[in-house]
């Protein structure tokens, strides 16, 4: 096989895992054709066997409904998962269990992604932080992750609910606060998906490859910083994370 479909949804976390699966095909001389867009048309196409690859399926909770009969499962590239942050890595507040108690010093309007609104109104319910005076804000999720990055900076402190692989944790200046209750869920794998009978057609030193490639959230945070805040593309930041540039040893 020479040539296949990659397919990825329109955001810079799932833009650079691709770039790290596209460089293990383009060395074993096999040129993807790209398709990104909404989640929901590539499953489409996914079904459709109009996709080879799906880079990547975030398992059990996010994608298990593009686990349709003959796609099947490839590698296991990290571990995202969705945290709750309080935006001074210096804050004596350790756990969500404490915020109810933790007086004014907070903010109240909780900033929340879109995707994150269901996981957050679990936490609220979970932890009685309405009856604390705690609302959320829910915004698109770039409009959203914009406000929590300024949060950083701001003198009083704002509760940030992220996903994992995410900029702002190689950022830093933040902490996560511990989920006792895991109102945010749990945690889950990132995998590829093949379409049905790819497993077949490639040859076994690409699939050992792919199988065996392990990224972690904190370089794909790694590589969404260097998208987003240094203007490298994302084999660009790919490339620097196998050369070693991209994280301190």
């Known amino acids: 096989m020479t040539s296949l479909t990659l397919a990825y949804p329109d955001s810079t976390i799932h833009e650079a895992t691709a770039a790290t ?4 095909l383009e060395a074993n001389d096999i040129e993807p054709e790209i398709i990104t867009g909404p989640k929901q048309a590539l499953a489409d196409l996914l079904k459709k066997q109009e996709i080879d690859i799906y880079v990547a399926a975030w398992l059990p909770e996010d994608d298990s409904d593009l686990l349709t009969p003959g796609i099947t499962k490839l590698g ?12 001074d890595e210096n804050s004596a507040l350790t756990s969500l269990s404490e915020l109810a108690q933790a007086g004014q010093d907070v903010q109240r309007v909780i900033v929340t992604p879109q995707s994150l609104a269901t996981r957050m109104e679990a936490v609220v319910n979970a932890y009685s932080l309405a009856d604390a005076g705690f609302k959320l804000d829910v915004l698109p999720d770039e409009e959203a992750l914009a406000k929590l990055n300024a949060a950083i900076s701001a003198p009083t402190p704002s509760i940030m609910p992220l996903f994992q692989p995410c900029f702002l944790f190689h950022q830093g200046g933040m902490r996560i606060l511990n989920d ?3 109102a945010m869920g749990e945690g889950q794998e990132a995998t590829l998906l093949l379409r049905e009978g790819l ?7 690409v699939l050992d490859e ?3 490639l392990m990224l972690s959230a904190k370089i794909i945070s790694a590589m969404d910083y260097a998208m987003r805040v240094e203007g490298m593309t994302a084999d660009e930041a790919a490339e620097a994370w196998q050369r070693g540039k991209l994280l301190p040893r």
């Open 21 to 24: 699966i596209i460089r293990v």
């Open 76 to 87: 296991k590239l990290f571990h995202p998962e969705t945290c709750c942050c309080i935006s």
């Open 180 to 182: 006792p209750k895991k």
């Open 199 to 205: 497993r077949d057609e490639l040859e076994t030193d």
């Open 210 to 212: 792919l199988d065996e």
